[in-house]
Structures are given as structure tokens and as C-alpha cells.
């Protein structure tokens, strides 16, 4: 009796741990909630949406930039570089964890990039279906 009172009590003891946060899943959980508010149809992020922002050639932002792999790469497991030469960690979650964890940095990135990139601001879509693709890479 004694043995399945302390069992019972370790097993009350861990359901009462919080989980461990997850920095990045809480970005894509505030972009969700962003994306929601600016579209009622939104459904989800989308990985197949976040590989078309990576690839495209946009035009509209830097003429030295008109796709994110202008600096990226291709692969975004590699690195890349700057049009300065200043070699720029890889984008890849698998390739480097702390991608998109810390929620200052994501915001300073994305509307730097962005502008540069496509002229405008992403929308919250867009930053969610980005992070989204490189979760899968």
C-alpha cells in the first residue's frame, strides 16, 4: 500500500511540472493569432506557402535582393552571406535549433528582410508560413 502511494504521489508530483516552454512554437502561436485576426478564413501555416516566400523573385524591394536565397542560398542549411561578404547562419531549424526562438530578434529580421526583399513589411501569414518551411528543413 505504502509503494503505491508513493507511485501515485511521483506520478501527481510530474502532471504538476509544467511542460517546457517552447519559445518557437509561442512566436507561431502570437503569429497565428495575428494571421486570425487579419484573415477570418485563416486555417494554418503552411510549409508549401513558407518554400514559395524563400524562392520567389520578387522585384519589388532591392534590386541585390529580389529573393531571400539572394542571401541564403538555395538551401536554406547552408550558410549565406551578406551582400557586405558577413557570413549569415543558416536559416534551417535542423541546422541551427536556435532559429526563430527568440522573439526580438524574429521581429528585427523579418521587417529588415523583408523590406529588402519585397518592399513592404511581411504579414503575419507570411512570417508564420516562413518559419513553418524552415521547421521542415
Partial sequence: MIKKALVLSALLAFSAVPAQADPRQDIL???AVEASA???????????RGE??????????KPATPSCTSCHTESPRNVGETRAGKAIDPVAVSVNPSRFTDPA????WFRRNC????????TALEKGDYITFMMTQ
Fill in 29 to 31: 502561436d502570437q503569429l
Fill in 38 to 48: 487579419a484573415d477570418a478564413n485563416f486555417s494554418g501555416f503552411s510549409a508549401a
Fill in 52 to 61: 514559395k516566400l524563400f524562392r520567389t523573385k520578387f522585384g519589388t524591394g
Fill in 105 to 108: 530578434k524574429v521581429a528585427k
Fill in 115 to 122: 523590406k529588402s526583399v519585397i518592399g513592404r513589411e511581411c
